[in-house]
């Protein structure tokens, strides 16, 4: 005759509890990160969109100045980012062109140099700053 141990079933019961626990915050750990990497990927990507502008209104500063030699910037705000661009003389015809956006307390600053070379203007490569 088989005799049952009543403790055999209390110990079940004991380790079916750590088993949905452990389970439990595995699952809580793995959403917390999850989230957090989602934060963290619309902060980069939000970066990267203010980048973009600040890109495209240096590349419209110089344009302008091409056009216009008396131009010396502006503040454009669109939406909810502004936007400044700024032309500085830094000797005899050579200008600094300067972009800055910005959009809830994250900023980006873009710039580049215009050399007047042989009746040609040459312009740098863009650099952040």
Do not use: P, W
Not at 17 to 44: G, W
Not at 84 to 93: P, S, Y
Not at 100 to 109: D, E, I, P
């Amino acid at each position: 005759m088989i005799e049952k141990n009543l403790n055999s079933s209390g110990q079940a019961v004991i380790v079916l509890v750590l088993v949905v626990a452990i389970v439990v915050l595995m699952f809580t750990h793995v959403t917390i990160l999850s989230f957090s990497s989602i934060q963290t990927s619309d902060e980069y990507t939000s970066g990267e969109f203010i980048q973009m502008k600040a890109e495209g209104y240096l590349e419209s500063a110089a344009i302008r100045y091409l056009r216009d030699s008396t131009y010396t910037g502006e503040t454009l705000n669109e939406g909810a980012y502004s936007c400044t661009m700024e032309v500085q003389n830094i000797g005899g015809n050579d200008r600094d062109l300067t972009s800055t956006c910005s959009r809830g307390g994250r900023a980006r600053t873009v710039g580049m140099q215009a050399i007047y070379n042989a009746g040609v203007f040459e312009f740098s490569a863009m650099e952040q700053r």
